[in-house]
């Protein structure tokens, strides 16, 4: 067997990343699944009131960068891991 393959094989770092990116893997698909419901929340408050709710757009926001963080840690892009491993992402932009 190859070392470099053996020393991969034995290294702690590689199954601990597995291990957050299942856990992180988790966190995505309920973040995915409570992105759809707010969704679906704006547009029932756009339509019933004519705009918008501040506070579901402001999480929405936040929410998505939460998302975004996941896929950079899931997909090698990033070595920081999200959300609880440091703050939620901030909701405060001027854009929104």
Same mark, same amino acid.
């Given at each position: 067997?190859? !070392?470099?393959?053996?020393?991969?094989?034995?290294?702690?770092?590689?199954?601990?990343?597995?291990?957050?990116?299942?856990?992180?893997?988790?966190?995505?698909?309920?973040?995915?699944?409570?992105? &759809?419901?707010?969704?679906?929340?704006?547009?029932?408050? !756009?339509?019933?009131?004519? =705009?918008?709710?501040?506070?579901?757009?402001?999480?929405?926001?936040?929410? =998505?960068?939460?998302?975004?963080? !996941? &896929?950079?840690?899931?997909?090698?892009?990033?070595?920081?891991?999200?959300?609880?491993?440091?703050? &939620?992402?901030?909701?405060?932009?001027?854009?929104?």
């Amino acid at each position: 067997m190859n !070392s470099q393959l053996k020393s991969n094989l034995t290294s702690i770092h590689h199954w601990l990343r597995l291990a957050y990116m299942v856990l992180f893997a988790a966190l995505l698909q309920v973040a995915v699944a409570v992105m &759809w419901i707010l969704v679906v929340l704006q547009f029932l408050m !756009s339509l019933f009131t004519g =705009s918008d709710h501040p506070t579901l757009r402001r999480f929405g926001h936040s929410l =998505s960068v939460f998302i975004y963080q !996941s &896929w950079q840690f899931l997909s090698y892009n990033s070595e920081e891991k999200p959300f609880p491993f440091q703050e &939620w992402p901030d909701s405060r932009d001027d854009t929104i």
